[in-house]
């Protein structure tokens, strides 16, 4: 694959995984509990309001899944894990962008 090629398909990653990044970031501002499971595809990721899902999307950035299960949130996240995800996202987006970028220089 040429440069131009390979330039292409990196750009459509970093777009998929920056569109990820957002309905997260959506999703922890809006809701007061979330749920992620394993699945085939990524990671499940379930935010749910006053008792009820309000919006349910598959996480398949493998780097943005890992840096979830790597801070121990899988299953149902709630009450203060719930808060210090939401109050830490910036340094776990931070985190994700960075593994990105250094892979793609690699």
């Known amino acids: 694959m040429n440069y131009a090629g390979r ?8 777009q998929n995984t920056m569109e990820e990044l957002e309905r997260l970031k959506m999703g922890l501002d809006t809701s007061q509990k979330m749920v992620l499971k394993d699945s085939d595809n990524g990671l499940n990721c379930s935010f749910i309001r006053y008792g009820l899902v309000h919006d349910d999307f598959l996480l398949q950035d493998e780097d943005l899944a890992a840096a979830l299960t790597k801070t121990g949130f899988v299953g149902i996240v709630e009450g203060n894990n719930f808060e210090r995800l939401r109050n830490n996202y910036g340094w776990l987006s931070v985190k994700v962008k960075t593994q990105k970028l250094l892979k793609e220089l690699k």
């Open 7 to 14: 330039m292409c398909v990196v750009l459509v990653r970093t």
